[in-house]
């Protein structure tokens, strides 16, 4: 806070224009964050199969003159709570709440676009499937060329590696945008309050 009070005092504020003028630079700050976890961090270390995926589980929680603070996050998002994000940044197992879970094959995988697995590979919808032991198979071909096709194999659970550095890149962007436009908020409030 005494970093930004200097910075106040040198611009001539006064002290009342602190907060607000803080509030909003913390805004723009979030808002900047958001954005760079979105377009940079998440596809610079995970393949990116849904380009809005990102976009639809962030949200920014704003501060306020009465309260300085502020978060990027996603919590209320369904796209967020589905994402695992926390795993995806500090690592963890992935458990299913019912049943075991269905890891594809790698053919499978290279049909997943933005919309997922697409509805004919899905475990509880592909054709021809059954299950033996472990391992969902579909069978393909007409009689005379009947082949086996292995599209799942079911985990009690599945391990998730922490790359994606979630905290450091929104600290790193949050600490450059408030110290940027700080000078500017503090000017802008106290032009207006002078109105």
Do not use: C
Not at 62 to 73: F, M, Y
Not at 179 to 188: T, W
């Amino acid at each position: 806070m005494s970093d930004f009070e200097r910075a106040a005092s040198r611009a001539g504020a006064l002290q009342d224009q602190i907060p607000f003028a803080l509030s909003q630079s913390l805004n723009d700050g979030l808002f900047a964050a958001r954005d760079h976890l979105i377009t940079h961090t998440w596809p610079a270390h995970v393949s990116v199969r849904d380009p809005n995926f990102m976009r639809n589980a962030l949200r920014v929680e704003r501060a306020s003159k009465g309260n300085l603070s502020g978060a990027v996050t996603n919590q209320g998002t369904r796209a967020g709570n589905r994402g695992h994000l926390v795993m995806h940044e500090k690592g963890g197992v992935k458990r299913p709440s019912k049943a075991k879970i269905a890891i594809p094959d790698r053919k499978v995988l290279a049909r997943r676009s933005g919309r997922g697995i697409p509805k004919s590979l899905r475990p509880g919808t592909a054709p021809n499937t059954f299950r033996k032991g472990d391992v969902i198979y579909q069978v393909t071909g007409g009689k005379k060329n009947r082949k086996l096709k292995l599209l799942y194999t079911l985990k009690p659970s599945a391990p998730i590696k922490g790359v994606v550095p979630f905290h450091a890149d929104f600290d790193m962007v949050m600490r450059r945008e408030v110290m940027r436009v700080f000078p500017n908020r503090i000017k802008a409030a106290m032009s207006s309050r002078r109105r």
